[in-house]
């Protein structure tokens, strides 16, 4: 994608969810205020987010601490599968695990998902057409800064699968015009103590 001015694009999964993720636990919003406060003099364009409450509520609550930054809900931005694999693209070794994982997906998310997939790539990626670099916040969930950093690093379609990433941590990928996109963070969480890190990983994955 063409552009003459760089794209600065910050990625966040949404706060440590309710069980039956209807909205933030006490630690999901705590999450959501620090790393708000963490990017407080960034000159954000836009924070886009998920119409799924706990996104929202991540992104209005990041918004708080911000200056003067428009909320725009997204479907683009929700939670989704971007695209679903075949057999043959996978290892050998872990095809059985990815497609097992996907098993309950449902012919419309299998269809849906990857048009609002190609339309991320479209709104979220690539340099700028504009006079100033522009800053733009993601309020997501996993699988959606999962395809894009897979995108920005050129890597297969079906490797969107295993990336993870916690609640609120910060993820920021660089698109500069005429060079590769740049991971400058990935799954950072510097903004939380320790006891409100690692939410959304398994226990076992805990560091």
């Known amino acids: 994608m063409t552009g003459t001015a760089t794209r600065y694009l910050y990625l966040v999964r949404h706060?440590?969810?309710s069980p039956d993720e209807s909205g933030l636990t006490e630690g999901g919003r705590q999450q959501a205020t620090l790393l708000g406060r963490?990017?407080?003099?960034i000159p954000f364009a836009a924070v886009h987010h998920g119409p799924l409450p706990r996104a929202e509520q991540t992104a209005r609550?990041?918004?708080?601490?911000?200056k003067n930054v428009p909320l725009n809900v997204?479907?683009?931005?929700?939670?989704?599968?971007?695209?679903?694999p075949v057999r043959d693209e996978l290892p050998a070794e872990s095809a059985?695990?990815?497609?097992?994982?996907l098993a309950d997906t449902t012919d419309e998310e299998r269809e849906h998902g990857p048009v609002l997939a190609r339309r991320a790539l479209g709104l979220f990626t690539g340099p700028v057409d504009a006079e100033e670099?522009?800053?733009?916040?993601v309020v997501t969930h996993n699988f959606l800064v999962a395809w894009l950093v897979r995108d920005a690093m050129k890597a297969p379609k079906w490797r969107w699968l295993g990336l993870?990433?916690?609640n609120a941590a910060l993820t920021v990928i660089r698109y500069v015009p005429g060079r590769p996109a740049s991971l400058l963070f990935s799954n950072d969480m510097r903004h939380l103590p320790t006891e409100l890190r690692w939410t959304g990983f398994?226990?076992?994955l805990h560091i």
């Open 15 to 17: 706060g440590e969810a």
């Open 38 to 41: 963490r990017l407080r003099d």
């Open 61 to 66: 609550l990041m918004g708080d601490q911000l």
């Open 74 to 84: 997204s479907e683009v931005a929700g939670d989704y599968i971007p695209y679903m």
């Open 96 to 101: 059985d695990y990815f497609l097992n994982f």
């Open 133 to 137: 670099d522009r800053h733009e916040l």
């Open 164 to 166: 993870n990433h916690c």
């Open 202 to 204: 398994p226990s076992e």
